[in-house]
């Protein structure tokens, strides 16, 4: 087990919208945020991202799922090998893999979650640690195994200095928010943090984009800023099971898919991307209402605070402040990976990576494997 002193550790993430995998360095000793340090990014191919969508909803010994693990494998071995030659003083490794299919519910089998990639292959490349596989031992203990970033968002919240309770959302394929309290004493306490998936964000969005016109997204939200939000489709969404359960929740990528592909086509393309802002942002709004008490401001991370018809829409509908995490000084596009390196650390500390207000899990659980290198 690591002492209590800072380290520098690497985090990876390969996201729900499969556009690459992020990664960067945190000097931290599990509790608290010393220093950033270098960052990088590693796109997929069209080939391989083709290979991970073909093995989406696949559980392991499925056929697809050993290649799509091999693409992640090789993938994050290149950006983590890179990363490592700017930061060689990195002890360790938090490899989160990539989603491939998520059913905490149990709602088509046994619960379970599946994110691929093996640790034990990327240990060996690497030469670290690598601490991996965070998810399945919450959802085994009955816990939503998502999101997993809360307790670094209360790192992130006292890092900044903020003193009074406040949100950050994280806008990727899916979207994630948590309430923070920074005056708790850590991340772990009670009152801290509430957390929870608040619907679709990107992900729609692209696959929109991609039919349509053989894009990767709505850059900069151009084309829903052109378009008309259906409102009358946004009450619909907003109709959806998901939007009355109580959190913790957590959401796979598609669960969404066909009652958004019902909202969008009859829709003329602009009206559709507008459209899928305003749900992906009237999610959160529900969200809100799950908060103990309101944030003085949001906080945004993740590639769609880029989309400026869902911030937009995001202002309107929220009470609060609405703004991107670089307003504290953090980096939007990498708070996902340096949330790896952070739950990481705390996993070779023995600290809890997950509890009940995050995951829903009965008591704080300690998720993650930890891999060593053969001789290490
Ligand atoms: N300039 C931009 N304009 C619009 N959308 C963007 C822009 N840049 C990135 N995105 C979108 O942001 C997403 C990538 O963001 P991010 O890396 O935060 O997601 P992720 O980590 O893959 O997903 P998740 O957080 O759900 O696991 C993609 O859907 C991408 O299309
Ligand atoms: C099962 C899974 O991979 N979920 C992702 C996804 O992407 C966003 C949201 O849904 C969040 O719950 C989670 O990722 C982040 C990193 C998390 O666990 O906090």
Redesign the pocket.
């Known amino acids: 087990m690591l002492k209590a002193e800072p380290v520098w550790a690497l985090g990876a993430?390969?996201?729900?919208?499969?556009?690459g995998v992020?990664a960067a360095a945190l000097l931290t000793d599990g509790v608290t945020i010393l220093d950033f340090g270098p960052t990088a990014y590693r796109p997929y191919s069209r080939a391989e991202r083709a290979v991970i969508e073909a093995a989406l909803g696949l559980w392991p010994g499925e056929e697809g799922v050993e290649t799509a693990a091999e693409v992640v494998e090789t993938a994050h071995a290149e950006v983590l090998s890179d990363l490592l030659a700017t930061c060689p003083e990195a002890v360790l490794i938090g490899f989160h893999g990539q989603?491939l299919a998520h059913d905490p519910q149990g709602t088509a089998g046994p619960r379970r979650t599946h994110q691929a990639g093996d640790g034990d292959v990327l240990a060996e490349v690497l030469g670290r640690d690598v601490v991996w596989d965070f998810r399945s031992s919450d959802v085994e203990l009955g816990g939503q195994g998502a999101p997993l970033v809360p307790f670094f968002h209360f790192a992130c919240a006292q890092w900044a200095g903020l003193d009074e309770p406040a949100g950050f959302l994280?806008?990727?394929?899916?979207?994630?928010v948590t309430w923070v309290d920074p005056r708790a004493a850590g991340p772990e306490a009670p009152g801290a943090v509430l957390a929870f998936d608040t619907g679709p964000?990107?992900?729609p969005?692209?696959d929109y984009m991609r039919a349509a016109f053989g894009l990767?997204?709505?850059?900069?939200?151009a084309l829903a800023l052109s378009g008309r939000v259906d409102q009358e489709a946004v009450t619909r969404f907003l109709a959806h099971p998901f939007f009355l359960r109580m959190p913790p929740k957590s959401l796979d990528?598609n669960d969404f898919h066909e009652i958004l592909q019902g909202i969008v086509a009859p829709l003329e393309d602009a009206d559709a991307l507008a459209t899928l802002c305003a749900c992906a942002a009237a999610a959160v709004a529900r969200g809100f209402e799950h908060f103990p008490t309101a944030p003085a401001a949001l906080f945004v991370?993740?590639?769609?605070r880029?989309?400026h018809a869902l911030m937009n829409e995001l202002g309107a509908l929220l009470a609060c402040p609405v703004t991107p995490v670089e307003d504290l000084g953090l980096d939007g596009?990498m708070l996902?990976a340096q949330a790896f390196a952070y739950l990481a650390v705390r996993v070779a500390r023995g600290l809890p990576t997950t509890g009940p207000s995050t995951t829903g899990v009965a008591a704080l659980v300690g998720g993650g494997r930890v891999s060593v290198p053969q001789g290490g």
Do not use: K, W, Y
């Open positions: 993430m390969s996201g729900t919208s499969l556009d992020d989603t994280n806008l990727g394929g899916v979207g994630n964000a990107n992900a969005i692209d990767q997204n709505d850059a900069g939200g990528r991370a993740g590639g769609g880029h989309n596009d996902e």
